[in-house]
């Protein structure tokens, strides 16, 4: 159980008003609000430990250098990761995916005619770094369908694999639908059909919801971002198995990321260190451990079960309102509610339960090849996190309601 009044008084931001209410922000998957233990995290790493890593022998550079790599531990335990210098630092969930579809592609390992495996329902970061893939090597994208209940078809899935498949990237969680993907299965029958193939799982709204552990969904890399995790913007994680981080070229070139360089010939650092070129954002490597510390403290099963409740209120609520579809795929799903509004634009809706104080996505979610199989160009997503209340809810769909009325 969740004490959500002690929770709600260590984010300040929640005690803003918006159009003289109370702020009700339901926009989690968007980004989630920050704690005191993360913003005092990043100003006490400015106010005691602020200098550049890996570079000085002076003090404050050991201590800033200390600060990241002990950060980086933190971020390698909280997925489970087997060896801590398999985590890379990124500025997010799009870098990460980017990081490994173009040093994959530099790499060779792929050959015209393989195929690269995703699903309908993935946000824009993992699509267009793979079809920029399929421009650079003459691999071809293959789509997983959804069912008519917007669950992934796992029939369909079994039926792509070939001897062509190569990559197989896929959402832990969908950002639209909420629909927990069945992640261990999908590598598991991905390596059924090719050992080699490799998988790469987007967890950017999985971390917060639930307890993630790589070495279970056995796949080779796993990206996600800070900010929604209560992390500041600007700094995330991917991890990548050893083997394949070794054998991988480096992305971008500059400082930390060699060992020598001379005019001919540079000697690449080892990993994490090859893949973090330049001056990394430490103060956010910083405040991400502190938020991964601060969720691992309430329990993520605390929070997942918290989280639930309030999901299943609203979807039980919204799915009583007339005029309203309610895209809650009827399998694990996490705190992610939309809705499609029969005859309203999703961003009237949306604008006028912000005159109502309260946040929640209009849109396409970056996730247009979705909205197309769907048929609408957008939907109202409402998502929750450790500090919404059942009160909030209830105030949710009280406005809801009055919303739709409204516009009828
Ligand atoms: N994947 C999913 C499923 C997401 O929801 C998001 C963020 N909306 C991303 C990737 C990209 O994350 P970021 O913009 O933080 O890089």
Redesign the pocket.
Known sequence: MLDTATIRAQFPILKTQVHGKPLIYLDN???TQKPLAVLDASRRYYETQNANVHRGSHYLSQLATEAHEQARETAAGFINAPETAELLFT???????NLAADTIAKSGMIRPGEEIILSAA?????IVPWQMLCERTGAVLRVIPLTPGQTLDMEAYQNLLSPRTRIVAI?????TLGTVNPVREITALARQNRPDTIVLV????AVSHMKVDVQELGCDFY??????LYAP?GI?ALWGKRELLEQLPPWMGGGEMIKEVTFEKTVYNDIPFKYEAGTPNIEGAVAMAAAMDYVSGLGLHNIAAHEQKLTDMAVEGLKAMPRLTVLAPDVPHSAVVSVLAEGIHHYDLGTLLDQMGIAVRTGH???QPLMCALGTTGTTRASFALYNTEEEVKTFLRSMNRALEMLS
């Open positions: 998957a968007a980004t500025s997010g969930c799009t870098m990460g995916i993935e946000h824009h970061s993992n959402g832990h969680v969908s950002n987007d967890g950017a709204q990206a996600f971002s800070g900010h929604k913007t995330g979610h970056c996730c």
